[in-house]
C-alpha cells in the first residue's frame, strides 16, 4: 500500500518521519521552512495534496480533521475510487478513518497504526462496530469486483439489522460458475449483490500499429462468447516485443489493469505445451504468444477458456484462475 503522511507544523512532521521509519512505502510530506530531514519538503499544503490525492493508496493526515475534511471535500469521487484517509491527532494518541474505510482499506490501516504506534482506533462504520462483515468487505477478503455499489449498501444493511442473508457460492468456493441462480424464499423482495473474482488472465497478441479500439472491442466480443465479465479480468499479458505497442498498452491501461511482459525466453521454455505457427517463430523466435503468455503470469491453477480467438492480426487467450478464498 503506498502512504503519504501530511503535516503542516513541525511536531506533526517529525511524527511523520517516525511513522516512515516504522512502515515501508511512506511518502512525508513536510512544510520546508521546518526543514525536517527525510521528508519531501513542500511549500504549499493545498497544491501538493491536489496534486497527488489520486497517486496515492492512502493518506493519513497528523493535523485536525475539520481541515482534513475542508482539503479532501473537493477531490472525492466515489467508495469504490478514493483512497483511504485517516486522521492522527500531534500528540499521537487517536487515529481516526474518516474515509473509504472498507473498499480504500482504511479501517484495516488504521488498525496497523493502532497496533504499531498503540494509537487509540476510531472506527464509525456500522458493520465494523457491531462485529458483522460488509458486502464491500467481503468482496476484498474474496478478491472480487462489486456489480453494484448500491446493491451493495442494501444487502450490508440487511447483515447489520440482523436479517438473514444467505451467501451463495460456488462448488467448493472454487470449481464451478454458475451461469443462473435459483432462490426459493417466501420473501417477496430479495436485495441481492453480485461479486466478480478477479480470475480471468487476458493473454494477448498483435500486428504491429493496432489501434486501442480494436483491441478493446476483440476483447469485448471475445469475453462475450464466454459470457464473462470485465470486471473479473486479472491482468493482460503480452510478450516482450510488444511491451511498447500502443493499442495493447491503451487498452490495459483504460481499464485499469496492469500489462505484465513475457519475455520470448520464458515462452521457450512452455511453448511445446501450444500449437503454434512456424512462420511466427521465424519472425520473432517463439512460434505462439497470447496462449503462453497468459498461461505463464497465472497461478497456473486452472485452465483455458479461450486457448486462441483470432481477428484482424490479433490473437487473445483466456486463463481461468481457480477460485480460491483465503482465510484470514
Not at 271 to 288: L, N, P, Q, R, T
Amino acid at each position: 500500500m503506498k502512504l503519504a503522511v501530511w503535516t503542516v507544523t513541525r511536531g506533526a512532521g517529525l511524527n511523520g518521519v517516525e511513522i516512515k521509519n516504522k512502515i515501508e512505502g511512506v511518502d512525508v510530506f513536510t512544510l520546508s521552512k521546518f526543514k525536517i530531514d527525510n521528508s519531501i519538503q513542500i511549500e504549499n499544503f493545498t497544491e501538493e495534496l491536489n496534486e497527488a490525492f489520486n497517486k496515492y493508496d492512502g493518506h493519513i493526515f497528523i493535523m485536525a480533521t475539520g481541515i482534513v475534511i475542508r482539503k479532501i471535500a473537493s477531490l472525492i469521487k466515489s467508495k469504490d475510487v478514493d483512497p483511504a484517509v485517516v486522521v492522527i491527532d500531534e500528540g499521537m494518541n487517536f487515529v481516526i478513518s474518516l474515509l473509504s474505510g472498507h473498499l480504500g482499506g482504511a479501517n484495516d490501516l488504521t488498525q496497523n497504526l493502532h497496533e504499531i504506534f498503540g494509537l487509540v482506533p476510531i472506527i464509525t462504520t456500522s458493520s465494523d462496530v457491531t462485529g458483522k462483515i460488509a458486502v464491500d468487505t467481503l468482496s476484498q477478503k474474496l478478491k472480487c469486483n462489486l456489480k453494484s455499489l448500491e446493491a451493495a449498501k442494501k444487502v450490508t444493511s440487511l447483515i447489520v439489522d440482523g436479517k438473514n442473508v444467505e451467501l451463495s457460492l460456488p462448488k467448493n468456493i472454487c470449481n464451478e460458475n454458475p451461469e443462473g441462480v435459483m432462490v426459493i424464499s417466501n420473501k417477496e423482495n430479495l436485495e441481492i449483490v453480485h461479486l466478480y473474482p478477479e480470475n480471468l488472465v487476458i493473454g494477448i497478441g498483435s500486428r504491429r500499429g493496432i489501434e486501442k479500439e480494436k483491441v478493446y472491442e476483440f476483447l469485448i466480443e471475445t469475453l462475450k462468447k464466454h459470457n464473462l465479465s470485465l470486471k473479473s479480468i486479472k491482468h493482460f499479458a503480452t510478450v516482450d516485443l510488444k511491451a511498447d505497442e500502443k493499442g495493447i498498452v491503451e487498452a490495459a491501461r483504460e481499464l485499469g489493469k496492469e500489462l505484465k511482459i513475457v519475455s520470448r525466453e520464458e515462452i521457450l521454455t512452455v511453448e511445446d505445451m501450444f500449437h503454434g505457427s512456424e512462420f511466427v517463430k521465424k519472425e520473432i523466435g517463439v512460434k505462439a504468444v497470447s496462449e503462453p503468455c497468459a498461461y505463464l503470469t497465472s497461478s497456473k491453477d486452472g485452465k483455458f477458456i479461450e486457448i486462441k480467438a483470432k481477428k484482424d492480426g490479433m490473437t487473445i487467450s483466456i486463463y481461468e484462475e481457480r477460485f480460491v478464498y483465503e482465510k484470514r
